[in-house]
């Protein structure tokens, strides 16, 4: 899932995330017509049916908040380019599980299980570093996606990460 950052100049937040969407492309999310829900989603049935529903979680992606990367390798030009969607949200997340087992001095394995406890947490109590992407869709070129909500949903999953609060948590739980 990707969502879309609302910040000024200095990186300060100026309003909650929302589900990506900015004329250049939206964030995935659906019921998969292939795989079968896995256990761990068995918390949000209400929602997937008994299909892998996706996403679980969102990252930033959208291309009018995108990261600049260098590129230094054959095949693409060298240089300075932007990277949006799947290609930017995934590498901040994957950054942020390295802090995780870092803390947790161990590899943490498979997320998804506590992912979707933390999650479930995160509508209750505080510090799980989930934050609820609660407004936007991923509808997009004609094509009707799923609004985001409370809790999980298609568009967001269980939302965001607050990396600060996330780490530890997931580190704890692994």
Known sequence: GGT???LDNSGNRLSPDVVWNDGYGAGGGGVSGVFS?????????????????????SMSAA?????????S????????????GT?????????????ANQVAHHRLGLLNPGLYVMG???QHVGGTGIVDVTSGNNSFAGVTGFDAG????LASGWGTIDAAKFVPALARLG
Request: hydrophobic letters at 45%; zero cysteines; charged letters at 10%.
């Open 4 to 6: 879309m950052l609302n």
């Open 37 to 57: 829900r896995p256990f761990y989603q068995s918390l949000v049935a209400g929602q997937v049916g008994k299909m892998r529903g996706t996403p679980d979680i």
């Open 63 to 71: 291309v009018n908040g995108a990261a600049w990367i260098y590129t």
């Open 73 to 84: 390798f054959g095949g693409v030009s060298v240089g300075w380019h932007l990277v949006g």
């Open 87 to 99: 290609s930017e949200a995934s590498p901040i997340f994957s950054g942020i599980v390295a802090l």
């Open 120 to 122: 479930a947490l995160s």
């Open 150 to 153: 409370t809790g999980y949903d």
